[in-house]
């Protein structure tokens, strides 16, 4: 039994023309030029991952793995990171592997940590040209990573999001090896299984959620079976499940093994897995978080809330091109695809990515689990949404193709003019890139007021920076001769571990902070620009939309405070 792809039978009917180049010949130029993507993202990331600034997760998240690293060289004596704070419910794989490079890494330990996480984001970039290479060709792969490159949501959140942007890396690499498995039943090779265990216990060692990925291969392999009772009878449906099942079986005990050398809490007690997944599935934290211009509890977002998050933060190309391959799939559908036994049992290989890609939406609408900061929580359905995005735009682009020399070049050039308007748009905002809101929501200026923006502080980093710069201007280009003081409303960390010796933060020393120099506030929380006067004197934007701004307070222009 074939297993072709039902997007791949194209609905629109078209085939891709011969040209000059044979079709093999047209794949490895694609192939190049997804490699040269992604060589190219490595050199902007080692070019620019200094310029972001330190989240506010990154301090506990950097202690949990010193502590994972302590528990081993410790003998097992040293428990703590069984304990420390509520880091014990996730994975360590990032943060213990940091640990194990910050002290040979030639840079600081944050701009170590960034320059990891801008690799891992990479990585997963390349896990969707590999998805989607497998389903539908190079052109389709590439069309994918370069969408997910692309995306703001996630680019912008390689360097400094050091939790969920390597889970979403797993995430997509899993998936892809599921879906090897699936081409390769009702007999799958060792190899494709062990690499398909290998990298669900690296996403388990980030997160619990990782256990989907299983259950997307799990609803696949099951709906194989049903097709071969359906087509065969139960005889044959009994023979592939003896033929099959053992051999997935060792992906199992190598997923368990790697997720405890990585998160060895989850394996003092049987349970602990299942214990994290209830904790972070209605996390015990209530905060407010911005939602189309009301404030709502984290605790019971509503219902629409990842729904319209992803509607606002996704580049209008990954969104429509989800929606065009949802109604291929349709046409697919109506038309009877599904009636042949290629296009029946073809349909398996799309499961887990249909999965990955809907059912986190569906379950979140359904369970309202703890959710703010946007789609941060659900990053991982972004590289699912920009795969299938990637093989829709083939698609059509086949039809088009199919049309006439021309038609299908003019379709080229518009895919090219859109993406050099994305990345434009993603070079104009850096390094805020994560703060994009597509023009559903019209850009930013539609944004602000009504969808959270810098939650990191990661602005507040280039301030201190231009602040810095400033100050030292006045004073020929050298150090200040007196000490000055600053105030920060924000993310004090994304300052902490930059001040030059002149300047001295305040926050969390005793001194009074109504009396600093200078006051940095972001506009994430709109109280904090008005909690002090002074003089504007610097203003980091993005799309003329405010993200930190700072006051300058020295006399003569230092208000008194009052009472």
């Known amino acids: 039994m074939s297993l072709m792809p039902p997007l791949g039978l194209n609905p629109l009917g078209a085939t891709p023309p011969a040209g000059a180049l044979s079709q093999r010949r047209a794949g490895a130029l694609w192939d190049d030029m997804a490699r040269a993507l992604l060589l190219c993202l490595i050199i902007l990331a080692a070019l620019t991952f200094r310029n972001y600034g330190i989240s506010t997760d990154e301090e506990v998240q950097h202690i949990y793995g010193k502590k994972l690293l302590s528990f081993y060289l410790s003998g097992f004596t040293d428990r703590s990171a069984f304990h420390f704070k509520d880091l014990y419910l996730y994975g360590g794989l990032f943060d213990l592997v940091t640990a194990l490079v910050v002290p040979i890494s030639p840079f600081e330990e944050y701009e170590t940590r960034h320059l990891l996480c801008a690799l891992v984001g990479v990585l997963g970039i390349a896990g969707c040209w590999r998805y989607a290479r497998l389903l539908a060709g190079p052109r389709a792969g590439f069309l994918a990573a370069a969408l997910l490159a692309l995306s703001g949501v996630y680019y912008g959140a390689m360097f400094n999001n050091t939790k969920d942007v390597p889970f979403a890396a797993g995430m997509v690499w899993t ?47 099951a709906l194989y079976v049903v097709l071969v009772a359906w087509r065969g009878g139960l005889r044959p449906a009994f023979g592939v499940v003896r033929r099959s099942v053992p051999p997935l079986l060792p992906a ?110 569906i379950l979140f609408m359904l369970m309202r689990p703890s959710v703010y900061n946007g789609i941060r929580h659900f990053l991982f359905v972004a590289p699912p949404m920009a795969v299938l995005a990637g093989i829709a735009f083939d698609r059509l682009w086949c039809g088009a193709e199919a049309l006439g020399r021309r038609t299908g070049q003019a379709y080229g050039a518009a895919a090219i003019a859109v993406a050099v308007l994305y990345a434009w748009q993603l070079g104009a905002m850096h390094p805020n890139q994560y703060v994009y809101y597509n023009q559903f929501t019209g850009g930013l200026k539609g944004a602000e007021g009504r969808f959270e923006l810098d939650y990191w502080g990661n602005s507040q980093h280039e301030a201190l920076a231009e602040l810095v710069a400033l100050v030292e201007r006045e004073n020929g280009g050298k150090a200040p001769p007196r000490q000055y003081t600053l105030s920060v409303c924000g993310n004090t960390l994304a300052v902490r571990f930059e001040l030059p010796p002149w300047l001295k933060l305040v926050n969390g020393t005793g001194l009074d902070w109504r009396k600093a120099d200078f006051f940095m506030a972001f506009t994430q929380v709109k109280q904090c620009p008005s909690l002090l006067g002074g003089q504007p004197i610097i203003e980091v934007a993005a799309d003329d939309v405010p993200l930190t701004i700072v006051k300058d307070r020295r006399p003569p222009l230092a208000e008194v405070p009052t009472e």
């Open 175 to 221: 998936l892809y090896f599921a879906t090897r498995i699936i081409g390769q039943m009702p007999a799958p090779r060792r190899s494709a299984v062990l690499k398909f265990g290998l990298a669900l216990g690296l996403t388990l060692s980030i997160r619990v959620g990782g256990v989907l990925a299983g259950f997307y291969l799990a609803v696949a392999l």
């Open 252 to 361: 199992i005990p190598l997923a368990y093994a790697v997720m405890a050398l990585f998160w060895p809490w989850a394996v003092q007690k049987p349970l602990n897995p299942l214990e994290a997944l209830r904790v972070v599935s209605h996390f015990p934290i209530d905060i407010q978080t911005l939602f189309m211009g009301r404030m709502v509890s984290s605790a019971a977002p509503p219902a629409l809330y990842l729904p319209v998050y992803l509607g606002v933060k996704l580049p209008e190309a990954v969104l429509l091109g989800t929606l065009a391959a949802v109604v291929l799939a349709a046409l697919w559908v109506v038309r009877g695809g599904w009636r042949s036994v290629d296009g029946a049992f073809g349909a398996v290989r799309w499961v887990p990515l249909a999965l990955a890609a809907f059912l986190p939406v």
